[in-house]
C-alpha cells in the first residue's frame, strides 16, 4: 500500500513535527524555559495547521492566517474558534489557558533581546499542556490516516516499537526524553 498525495504531503509535516516536539522536551528538562516555549507555540500551530490539512479545510487555515502577524501563533485564540467552527471538543481549563497564554507571549517576544517578557513565564510543569495539547492535534490527525502513513511517523516507527536512538554529544536517549513525566505518550 502507498501513501496517497494527502499523506504524502502531511507525513513528512508530522516527523518533523514530532522531533520539534522531542527537542522541546529536551529543552525543558535542560531548563531552557523561553526557548522551548517559542518552539512549542510553533508546534502547537503546525500540529493544528496539519489536522486542519488531514480534514481538508483549507479555509480555517486561511482564516488563521487572516488574522495577520503574531496572532496566527495565538493558540488559546485557535482553540478556542476551532471549537466553535468544528467542535474539536478540546477544553481548556483556566491554568491550560494561562499556560498556553505565557507560551505565545514568550513567542512575541522571540525578537526582545531583554529577558524582560512583559511578567510572561513558563515553568517544567507546563510541559504537562505542552504534551496534552500537541498529543490532541496528534491524534486528531492521526485518525485521519491510513495504517500505511501512521506507521511512517516518528514516534512511532522509531520510539514506539521498542527500539530507542540516541541523539547528540552526550547521547540522549530519544526514547527517554520522549517519555519521562510524559502522560500523554506512553510506550
Known amino acids: 500500500m502507498t501513501l496517497n498525495n494527502e499523506e504524502r504531503s502531511?507525513?513528512?509535516?508530522?516527523?518533523?513535527?514530532?522531533?520539534?516536539?522531542?527537542?522541546?522536551r529536551s529543552l525543558y528538562w535542560?531548563?531552557?524555559?523561553?526557548?522551548?516555549?517559542?518552539?512549542?507555540?510553533?508546534?502547537?500551530?503546525n500540529a493544528t495547521k496539519i489536522y486542519l490539512k488531514s480534514i481538508k479545510r483549507n479555509d480555517l487555515i486561511n482564516v488563521i492566517k487572516g488574522w495577520r502577524k503574531n496572532e496566527t501563533h495565538n493558540i488559546v485564540r485557535m482553540i478556542d474558534y476551532l471549537n466553535?467552527?468544528?467542535?474539536?471538543?478540546?477544553?481548556?481549563?483556566k491554568n491550560d489557558r494561562d499556560v498556553l497564554d505565557n507560551l505565545?507571549?514568550?513567542?512575541?517576544?522571540?525578537?526582545?533581546?531583554?529577558?524582560?517578557?512583559?511578567?510572561?513565564?513558563t515553568i517544567m510543569s507546563d510541559m504537562h499542556v505542552i504534551d496534552a495539547t500537541y498529543s490532541f492535534f496528534r491524534e486528531k490527525t492521526k485518525s485521519n490516516l491510513s495504517e500505511q502513513a501512521r506507521s511512517e511517523l516518528f514516534i512511532e516507527k522509531a520510539l514506539m516499537s521498542g527500539k530507542d536512538m540516541v541523539w547528540?554529544?552526550?547521547?540522549?536517549s530519544l526514547s527517554l526524553t520522549l517519555y519521562r513525566g510524559n502522560k500523554s505518550f506512553n510506550p
Not at 104 to 121: C, H, N, P, S, V
Open 84 to 93: 466553535s467552527e468544528l467542535n474539536l471538543g478540546l477544553s481548556l481549563s
Open 104 to 121: 505565545y507571549k514568550l513567542y512575541k517576544a522571540r525578537y526582545i533581546e531583554t529577558m524582560d517578557k512583559g511578567g510572561a513565564k
Open 30 to 45: 535542560d531548563w531552557f524555559f523561553p526557548s522551548g516555549a517559542e518552539i512549542a507555540t510553533q508546534l502547537i500551530n
Open 168 to 172: 547528540g554529544k552526550d547521547k540522549k
Open 10 to 24: 502531511i507525513v513528512p509535516e508530522m516527523i518533523l513535527n514530532d522531533l520539534k516536539y522531542i527537542s522541546i
